[in-house]
């Protein structure tokens, strides 16, 4: 089984819908983060969580929140998509301890906004 | 700040031929890390290699190489007879002291031709 894992895989949905993404981990990481990829941009930072009761911004969190429900758990909510929101989402994870600064990626969330 | 530049949007090759993909990074932070992802077709994010700092010495792994110069900022990955697997989009990623600091590059997409 995957280490990381997200759901769903892919979603349509149209402007103005609250949508979910979920991400699962069973690496036992303290440090999760959401990044979304846009071509010819890499990938940016969302948020990111260092453990339970941490919660930061990351470079482009307007029009996101998130919930860290467990220690394996991090969700990205769209209060209110919009089409420029079309975008892979990625959710990683990292280990708090020895700094290694590793992160490992789930398989993405393609998610179109109409 | 950070940066990271890929100045390579695409690369076309022939299978068997060597390939360098360049990364040039810019930081403050005098120690950080830099990483490369393969992101193949599939569109997961494959960990291919992270350094420190602190250590310039080069590195190879079967067909595929890595040449870390401090003094240009760079961390160029070379594949040596490639193969049409290694077609994929690779990212270069920087990284300081903290998961906020976590920078992608946009991207170089190779295709390896039959």
């Known amino acids: 089984d995957a280490d990381v894992t997200q759901t769903p895989r892919n979603r349509i949905t149209k402007t103005g819908k609250r949508i979910m993404l979920e991400c699962s981990q069973t690496k036992g990481h303290d440090r999760m983060y959401w990044y979304r990829q846009d071509p010819g941009l890499g990938l940016r930072l969302i948020y990111y969580s260092f453990d339970v009761k941490d919660i930061n911004k990351g470079e482009i969190s307007d029009g996101y929140s998130v919930s860290r429900q467990a220690q394996a758990k991090f969700s990205l909510s769209l209060e209110s998509a919009i089409p420029n929101q079309t975008a892979l989402y990625f959710c990683?994870?990292?280990?708090?301890?020895?700094?290694?600064?590793?992160?490992?990626f789930g398989p993405g969330t393609r998610l179109t906004v109409l | 700040a950070q940066k990271v530049t890929q100045a390579q949007t695409e690369i076309s090759v022939v299978e068997k031929e060597d390939v360098t993909l360049d990364c040039v990074y810019e930081t403050r932070d005098t120690t950080y890390y830099l990483f490369w992802y393969k992101q193949p077709p599939s569109g997961e994010l494959v960990f291919l290699i992270r350094r420190n700092s602190f250590d310039e010495q080069n590195e190879i792994s079967g067909r595929y190489s890595w040449n870390f110069q401090k003094s240009t900022s760079s961390f160029n990955f070379t594949i040596t007879a490639s193969q049409v697997v290694d077609s994929a989009v690779y990212f270069c990623?920087?990284?300081?002291?903290?998961?906020?600091?976590?920078?992608f590059g946009p991207g170089t997409r190779l295709s390896v031709l039959p």
């Open positions: 990683a994870t990292e280990p708090g301890q020895g700094y290694t600064h590793t992160q490992y």
């Open positions: 990623a920087l990284a300081g002291l903290g998961g906020q600091n976590f920078v």
